[in-house]
């Protein structure tokens, strides 16, 4: 995963904490992408964003003790802050930290297969809170094998592979992968912190996040198609393969060559 990047500006000086506290916000946010598919470290990486993002207006507050003109700039995007969901839930309990029970209720997933990029087909199937990716598809695979419809409707065929899909939700943001929550709390605290540093007089932060993933390819865990087909259905398709280019290589007439 790549590292926070600095900032294209060496100076910042004044604000530097209140910045230092935002790029630790951003090695959070990898954090979390990293460990989506296994919840506890997702659960552990999310808690560290939330800590260390709602550290960042106070701090910054605090860097602009003598600075009530730049404070008077940026009241906006404290406002704007102030606004935004989680900084909401922030505000409401100030311990606000997201517990496994929170996770239960909402957050849910499915099965089916890509082909190259695309989704081919995508069915519900419960992916438990408490469980990773690797676990829930593996009584994916179990329930494959006994029932033949699910398998027929949902387990890849020649030319696609299997997959799960996963969303992290709790009722305080509903239809907001925890994701994304944490992505737009970055983006808003980067705003607040990029008003600052212009009305210092300084150049611009980079608020593009190039080095972030996109939560659609995140959500989704690919599985191996050989390992399906000799799991559920007792086929090796490498070895039918290699027969089958054997069979075509023998009774291929030389005039085909
Ligand atoms: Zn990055």
């Given at each position: 995963?790549?590292?926070?990047?600095?900032?294209?500006?060496p100076?910042?000086?004044?604000?530097?904490?209140?910045?230092?506290?935002?790029?630790?916000?951003?090695?959070?946010?990898?954090?979390?992408?990293?460990?989506?598919?296994?919840?506890?470290?997702?659960?552990y990486?999310?808690?560290?964003?939330?800590?260390?993002a709602?550290?960042?207006p106070?701090?910054?507050?605090?860097?602009?003790?003598?600075?009530?003109?730049?404070?008077?700039?940026?009241?906006?995007?404290?406002?704007i802050?102030?606004?935004?969901?989680?900084?909401?839930?922030?505000?409401?309990?100030?311990?606000?930290?997201?517990?496994?029970?929170?996770?239960?209720?909402?957050?849910?997933g499915?099965?089916?297969?890509?082909e190259g990029?695309?989704?081919?087909?995508?069915?519900p199937?419960?992916?438990?809170?408490?469980?990773?990716?690797?676990?829930?598809?593996?009584?994916?695979?179990?329930?494959?094998?006994?029932?033949?419809?699910?398998?027929?409707?949902?387990?890849?065929?020649?030319?696609?592979?299997?997959?799960?899909?996963?969303?992290?939700?709790?009722?305080q943001?509903?239809?907001?992968?925890?994701?994304?929550?944490?992505?737009?709390?970055?983006?808003?605290?980067?705003?607040?912190?990029?008003?600052?540093?212009?009305?210092?007089g300084?150049p611009?932060?980079?608020?593009?996040?190039?080095?972030?993933?996109?939560?659609?390819?995140?959500?989704?865990?690919?599985?191996?198609?050989?390992?399906?087909?000799?799991?559920?259905?007792?086929?090796?398709?490498?070895?039918?393969a290699?027969?089958?280019?054997?069979?075509?290589?023998?009774?291929?007439?030389?005039?085909?060559?």
């Amino acid at each position: 995963m790549d590292q926070p990047r600095k900032t294209s500006s060496p100076r910042h000086g004044t604000i530097e904490s209140s910045i230092d506290r935002w790029q630790e916000c951003h090695w959070h946010l990898h954090q979390m992408e990293m460990h989506y598919h296994n919840p506890e470290p997702f659960r552990y990486s999310l808690n560290s964003f939330i800590r260390a993002a709602k550290e960042v207006p106070g701090i910054l507050q605090a860097d602009l003790q003598n600075h009530a003109q730049v404070r008077a700039q940026v009241a906006t995007e404290f406002e704007i802050l102030n606004q935004n969901t989680l900084f909401v839930a922030l505000k409401k309990r100030r311990d606000f930290l997201v517990h496994r029970g929170m996770l239960e209720p909402q957050s849910n997933g499915s099965v089916g297969t890509t082909e190259g990029h695309q989704i081919k087909v995508a069915i519900p199937f419960p992916v438990f809170p408490h469980e990773s990716s690797d676990e829930a598809y593996e009584r994916y695979i179990a329930s494959c094998r006994t029932n033949k419809i699910l398998r027929q409707l949902s387990g890849p065929d020649s030319g696609s592979g299997p997959a799960i899909w996963r969303t992290w939700l709790i009722p305080q943001f509903p239809g907001h992968d925890l994701l994304e929550v944490a992505f737009e709390a970055w983006l808003l605290t980067g705003r607040l912190l990029c008003a600052a540093v212009v009305a210092l007089g300084e150049p611009p932060l980079d608020l593009e996040l190039l080095c972030r993933h996109s939560v659609n390819d995140i959500q989704i865990k690919r599985f191996n198609r050989r390992d399906f087909f000799l799991r559920v259905d007792g086929i090796d398709i490498e070895e039918e393969a290699r027969r089958y280019r054997e069979f075509f290589d023998k009774h291929r007439k030389p005039s085909d060559s």
